[in-house]
């Protein structure tokens, strides 16, 4: 047998180990090759032009494993939602077996094929890696990722509960909880814009641990009390899925639970590009939903921090700040007291008494003559967070804002990702 009779490829893999199910490689892959089931994430063989789209984006490094295999004996996507761990790479005698004796030396590699194109403005399908940078603002401080999980020296970092307060209003919906963690004299040193991972306790029904839960962190760098190394989040308590069927989230359920000295097991900090710009005069525009104003709060909180101390001259803050009502909204009777020379906030609900539905791209488009500006402000970034049916939302009304004052789209759309930012992260 000839070498050019067997195809050898570098299948792309991603370790289930290590892996947070943030869906940020399946958000950004422009060819659909990445799925998942309640378990794992995947990746399709057949459909992977190992264009590495998906890989800068993850936050733990997952994405980037890769396995040498017969493209013939490529590892199903079946295969891989049965993982617990990465299978062993194929010695090189088995690779020689595959190719009939041929020196593995000899085989030639695959050729990568080129992404396709359409996956910028015009596509069918939006796709937030499109527009998301997958690079952090050029003056964002350096961010720590994973020294705590599964492939760190250390396993996991036991953090203990030092607070834990619902933030939403008592009898209704979405029951929203500030939790507080606090990591003793342990070092865990996190940015605004990173985020941990909780441990649930226990098993699933296939007797399996639990996988880690990703959470923003909602507290500034220095602290939810300054001073402090703790950290804190913005939980809410899933009783239902995205269908509306009811479901009772292991995690969400398990932190809203916690009482003051409980023990919680975190793994993390993650990501390295959702970060906030640290020079003079930087404009940030927050656009969210519910929890995911988790962020938000945090930069908003380090900013505030900075201007109490007179050491900081920040620029314009603006919040789009989404909710079904002002009684479902996290942080809603905090936020009433900022003063509004620090920032400029916008409440939009979609399910007050009597009132018309709002959504965030609504009250954007109002406000089209400051945005407009701040598009055209190298000095501007935007950040989005919250459920993944408003991403599309929000870049159409940033287009609409960029084309009424005639701007142009692809131009303003391709530097705010090239130049990092425009920020995307949603779930």
């Known amino acids: 047998m000839d070498a050019s009779d067997v195809i050898f490829i570098q299948q792309h893999l991603i370790d289930p180990e290590i892996c947070i199910r943030c869906n940020t490689c399946e958000a950004t892959c422009p060819v659909q090759a990445i799925t998942h089931d309640s378990m794992n994430y995947v990746v399709d063989a057949a459909k992977c032009n190992q264009c590495m789209a998906c890989v800068p984006p993850c936050p733990t490094g997952s994405i980037d494993n890769w396995r040498t295999v017969p493209r013939v004996k490529a590892y199903s996507i079946e295969a891989q939602f049965g993982w617990d761990s990465l ?15 041929v020196e593995v030396a000899q085989i030639p590699p695959q050729v990568a094929v080129p992404a396709p194109a359409g996956g910028m403005p015009g596509a069918n399908v939006f796709r937030s890696g499109d527009w998301g940078a997958a690079i952090p603002p050029w003056s964002a401080a350096h961010a720590y990722t994973n020294l705590y999980g599964p492939k760190a020296a250390v396993k996991t ?22 939790i507080v963690l606090d990591f003793g004299a342990t070092p865990f040193p996190v ?72 023990k919680v097991e975190v793994i993390g900090p993650f990501g390295a590009s959702f970060l906030m710009p640290n020079h003079p005069r930087s404009h940030i525009v927050m656009i969210c939903t519910g929890t995911g104003s988790a962020p938000m709060r945090a930069m908003t909180e380090w900013r505030r921090r900075l201007r109490k ?87 159409l009304a940033l287009r609409d804002v960029a084309q009424q004052v005639g701007l142009d789209w692809e131009t303003v759309g391709a530097a705010l990702k090239r130049e990092g930012r425009l920020h995307l992260e949603t779930y």
């Open 87 to 101: 299978p062993e790479a194929l010695s090189e005698a088995q690779l020689a077996e595959a190719a009939g004796g």
């Open 191 to 262: 940015l605004e814009g990173q985020s941990i991972a909780i441990v649930p306790p226990g098993v699933d029904a296939q007797g399996r641990a639990h996988h880690p839960r990703q959470y923003s962190i909602a507290s500034a760098r220095n602290g939810e009390r300054p001073g402090y190394n703790n950290v804190s989040l913005t939980i809410k308590r899933v009783l239902e899925d995205h269908e509306g069927r009811p479901v009772r989230g292991v995690a969400s359920n398990y932190m809203c639970d916690l009482l003051v000295g409980d």
């Open 309 to 395: 101390s007179g050491k900081f001259e920040g620029g314009k803050l603006m919040l789009f700040f989404g909710a079904r009502s002002a009684e479902e909204l996290p942080y809603f009777g905090p936020l009433q007291k900022l003063p509004k020379d620090f920032i400029d906030i916008n409440f939009a609900f979609s399910r007050q008494a009597e009132q018309p539905k709002r959504y965030v791209q609504d009250l954007m488009r109002e406000r089209s003559a400051d945005l407009a500006q701040l598009l055209a402000d190298p000095h501007a970034f935007f950040y989005v967070c919250g459920l993944k049916a408003m991403e599309e939302g929000v870049v």
């Open 157 to 178: 970092l036991t953090a203990t509960v030092t607070g834990n307060v619902r933030v939403t209003a008592v009898g209704k919906d979405y029951d929203t909880h500030h």
